[in-house]
């Protein structure tokens, strides 16, 4: 099996929930041992995450802790290296240029994923980032796919949600704001919603009308591929 490394700690929950997909998917697919893994939790500044979150502000901030990260598990025996976060893929290419082991990408894996299942409109749940950057906008709409945003005012709410979770200080008042946020969606004519913020899954949406996908769990899947090639 292939080693597996992670940037983890954006935000922290959220990593342990992929690490935890990780082990179990791996269980399903191979009994006979566990996967190697590597974490490397960034020590990210409490601010500069609230800035890039519900601000788009100060991304740049990010780079050096990224392509630290890279180094740091490239250099602990990595195989390939995974970022669960949507935003900071942003820099993609800063961190594969940082480093000679190929970096998977969550924006390419949605992307393909979605391709796969013959989708063709989705409602993007982001934060204002990953909305702003275009980050999916031209991978889909490149592949046929029409995306459909939330207004502002329901994208300040989505990142205020995004930080309470990363912050860990959310609860079944974010999770029912969620659903109705993809309710709006749904109003809309949309019948296929992206959470392309790996934190909003641990509200585990789930919605009578629309197919929800978990970009953190799709990121997951293809990890589990590349440790088992």
Known sequence: MKTAGIIGGLGPETTSQFYLEIIFSCFQANKKARPPLLIWSVPLEYQIESDLITKAEGEERYIP?????????????AD??????NSVHIFIQEVR?????PVLSIVE???????????KNIGLLATKTTIEKRIY????EDGGIQITLPDQEEQE????????????????????????MIGKLSNKGVKDVV??????????PKH????????????ANATVREILK
């Open 109 to 119: 894996e949605t992307a393909n994923f979605l391709k796969e299942k013959n989708i």
């Open 137 to 140: 906008q031209k991978p889909l």
């Open 208 to 219: 009578d009308q629309v197919n929800i996908y978990d970009s953190m769990a799709i990121l």
């Open 195 to 204: 959470l392309a913020c790996t934190d909003l899954q641990l509200l585990t």
């Open 157 to 180: 709410k989505v990142g205020t949600l995004i930080n309470n979770l990363v912050l860990n200080r959310y609860d079944n008042k974010d999770r029912a704001e969620l659903l109705e």
């Open 80 to 85: 390939f290296i995974v970022i669960p976060c």
């Open 97 to 101: 240029k940082a480093v000679k082991i």
């Open 65 to 77: 802790y990224l392509v630290d990260a890279a180094k740091r598990l490239e250099n602990g025996g």
